[in-house]
């Protein structure tokens, strides 16, 4: 059984910072590709940014783009999301997912290509 959890949630105002982390147990954690996503009630699951499992190749959605840094330690076996510059608009439950497959271009952003997901933590800009 894999366990991903999600940790660092918080309020924050428009133009703040705030870091998220992911920890994922109970499997060969550098085998898996890592990313987050975010949801607001009443749409459907965004995709965010994902790191490759040797963390040499990252993707990032268009509107976190220059803002957002996905990163992971395989040592810990933890990724993290850095939010800078944050916006009312980022405000969402955000997801962790881990991807025990290869690194497909073609469909990280898409919610089946992900394999175990955390419980989401919720993360509110506002001033």
């Known amino acids: 059984q894999v366990q991903v959890e999600e940790s660092g949630g918080g309020l924050v105002q428009p133009g703040g910072s705030l870091r998220l982390s992911c920890a994922v147990a109970g499997r060969t954690f550098s085998n898996c590709q890592m990313a987050w996503f975010r949801q607001v009630p009443g749409r459907e699951r965004e995709f965010v940014a994902i790191?490759?499992?040797?963390?040499?190749?990252?993707v990032y959605a268009d509107s976190v783009k220059g803002r957002f840094t996905i990163s992971r330690d395989n040592t810990k076996r933890t990724v993290d999301l850095q939010m800078n510059s944050l916006k009312t608009e980022d405000t969402a439950v955000y997801s962790c997912a881990a991807a025990a497959r290869w690194f497909n271009i073609n469909y990280i952003t898409r919610v089946e290509y992900y394999d175990y997901w955390g419980q989401g933590t919720q993360v509110t800009v506002s001033s």
């Open positions: 790191i490759s499992g040797s963390g040499d190749r990252t």
